[in-house]
Nanobody, 118 residues
């Protein structure tokens, strides 16, 4: 499975940004796709994920400002980010987890930089 993320960039505080991540290759019908982020000097942390059935999990600190969605027809997951803050600055990574034949197999995208200026 290959993941191609896009949509990162530089945005002023209070602004919005939408990330996209398209999965290709051997896509299982049962899977989860999500977004994680990693700021310099910190560990990678969950932002949100959504499974193929539509169940969503948000990190508590992301609720209300970030919205995850997916298009199962194109195997694409989106992250709409609003009211961005400088502390949202990080590299955002897309993750795909197989819950079919390759149960538990993870794949990661290369990451896209999001920078929020104050």
């Amino acid at each position: 499975v290959q993941l191609q993320a896009s949509g990162g960039g530089l945005v002023p505080a209070g602004g919005s940004l939408k990330l996209s991540c398209a999965a290709s290759g051997s896509i299982s019908g049962i899977n989860a796709m999500g977004w994680y982020r990693q700021a310099p000097g910190t560990e990678r942390k969950l932002v949100a994920d959504i499974n193929s059935g539509g169940t969503i999990t948000y990190a508590d600190s992301m609720k209300g400002r970030f919205t995850i969605s997916r298009d199962n027809a194109t195997n694409t997951v989106y992250l709409q980010m609003s009211s961005l803050k400088p502390e949202d600055t990080a590299v955002y990574y897309c993750r795909y987890t197989d819950y079919g034949d390759d149960y538990g197999m993870d794949h990661w995208g290369k990451g896209t930089q999001v920078t929020v200026s104050s």
